[in-house]
């Protein structure tokens, strides 16, 4: 199983990636969301996380090993699971995931029939059966956006998970949780601590 490969950008398509590793190259298959976070890293060392799978019809002897993959492990792991619904599968994952992944994280999340709809390939139906199915799993994908509004304002990512998990003990939803975070990075400081974190978060409720 291959999980994750490291290679030069040798080439970048509509649907997929050319890593130069050695003497090889390999074709990785990407969603579009990706694609866009690699259109200017071509002739860079790039490292993939990837989805090893057969396509094609074993009965009739026609299988063709293919990678998908992504720029970080959660990424990976959430495409895995949207693979995992009904009706689903490999090839209509890849075409539906145009948005980054916390933003259909997000959709999920809330519920959004309307909007899981009009990702490519996803009718009402199938939107309905991945929000049933996954809606419950969706927070710490949802999370992906205030990781990196971290980074941003200069704030360790264990600082944001840590209050991220004092909000929700402190009887904050998960989706209240990441609105207060996300207020709090956007004035774009440094938080040390968890301490520090919830402190600028309570008075920025407080609207001192």
């Known amino acids: 199983m291959i999980t994750k490969i490291t290679g030069?950008?040798?080439?970048?398509?509509?649907?997929q990636a050319t890593l130069g590793v050695d003497a090889f190259e390999y074709e990785v298959l990407i969603p579009e969301f990706a694609r866009r976070q690699l259109q200017h890293r071509v002739g860079e060392t790039i490292q993939l996380h990837t989805v090893h799978y057969l396509d094609g019809n074993p009965a009739q002897g026609r299988?063709?090993?293919?990678?998908v993959g992504f720029t970080n492990?959660?990424?990976?792991e959430f495409f895995e699971l949207f693979c995992s619904v009904?009706?689903?599968g490999v090839k209509k994952?890849?075409?539906?995931?145009?948005r980054p992944v916390q933003e259909i994280a997000a959709l999920i999340e809330e519920q959004d029939a309307k909007g899981m709809s009009a990702l490519p390939g996803v009718g009402p139906a199938t939107a309905d059966r991945i929000i049933a199915k996954l809606h419950r799993k969706m927070p710490k994908f949802a999370l992906l956006r205030i990781t990196h509004d971290a980074r941003e304002a200069d704030v360790e990512h264990d600082v944001v998970q840590e209050t991220?998990?004092?909000?929700?003990?402190?009887g904050h939803s998960e989706?209240?949780?990441r609105k207060l975070i996300d207020a709090a990075l956007a004035e774009k400081k440094k938080y040390k601590d968890v301490d520090a974190l919830l402190k600028a978060i309570y008075q920025k409720v407080r609207g001192e």
């Open 93 to 98: 994952a890849l075409r539906a995931m145009v």
């Open 8 to 15: 030069r950008l040798v080439a970048l398509s509509d649907e």
């Open 175 to 177: 989706n209240e949780a």
């Open 86 to 88: 009904d009706g689903v």
């Open 164 to 170: 991220y998990a004092a909000l929700t003990m402190l």
């Open 73 to 76: 492990e959660a990424e990976r």
């Open 63 to 67: 299988v063709t090993p293919r990678l």
